[in-house]
């Protein structure tokens, strides 16, 4: 997500980097666009962070599924609890990103720019509403799993199943909005070669 965020942004800002007779975007003229561009720029560092965060705890669900399956009550916990941190984690950093994509596109720069910067700002939004899905069920199965009751496994199962649902379907729109970015930006850079 975060290369893409960048590649995106540097193809973007090359697309609309001068002026010409033939209708250029000429978005490096104003002078808030260096402003947005250096709030982009650590934008993408906080997105970075989150990306190492990932990185780094990717093998945690399928940790969760397996003391699940070996009913192991405290290791569900403990790796909960790590996923909330986690997840919590994340998700502060995510939020100063989206405010600094929000400046930037509150600042005095092209449409095309803004409309791009927005696009991501929503694409943000849905992955962060994609992880408080992760994080509830994480929530409640540390609080609600009990590997003797079997009524009660079934309806975590389920939950867990429904939930990992809904993050997918969250993460595809996600993705979606993203890549409506990318070809915003694409599109530009079209128009500034024609």
Not at 116 to 134: D, G, I, M, V
Not at 140 to 158: C, F, I
Not at 175 to 186: H, I, M, P, T
């Amino acid at each position: 997500m975060c290369k893409i965020l960048i590649f995106a942004l540097t193809l973007f800002l090359f697309a609309c980097s001068s002026t010409d007779d033939s209708g250029g975007l000429d978005i490096l003229s104003s002078d808030q666009t260096e402003e947005a561009v250096h709030l982009i720029e650590d934008a993408n560092n906080k997105l970075k962070e989150i990306k190492q965060i990932l990185n780094e705890n990717e093998s945690r669900l399928e940790d969760l599924k397996t003391a699940m399956s070996n009913k192991n009550q405290a290791d569900v916990r403990r790796i909960c609890d790590d996923i909330l941190h986690q997840i919590s984690t994340g998700m502060k950093i995510g939020e100063e990103a989206v405010k600094k994509i929000d400046e930037a596109a509150s600042l005095k720069i092209n449409d095309d720019f803004r409309n791009y910067l927005n696009l991501k700002t929503q694409s943000l939004a849905k992955y962060s509403e994609a992880y408080k899905e992760r994080f509830e069920l994480a929530k409640s199965l540390r609080d609600n799993y009990d590997p003797n009751n079997a009524e009660q496994r079934k309806t975590v199962a389920e939950e867990f199943q429904r939930r990992e649902e809904v993050f997918m379907k969250i993460m595809k729109e996600a993705g979606a909005l993203s890549e409506r970015a990318n070809l915003l930006a694409k599109d530009a850079n079209s128009r500034k070669k024609e």
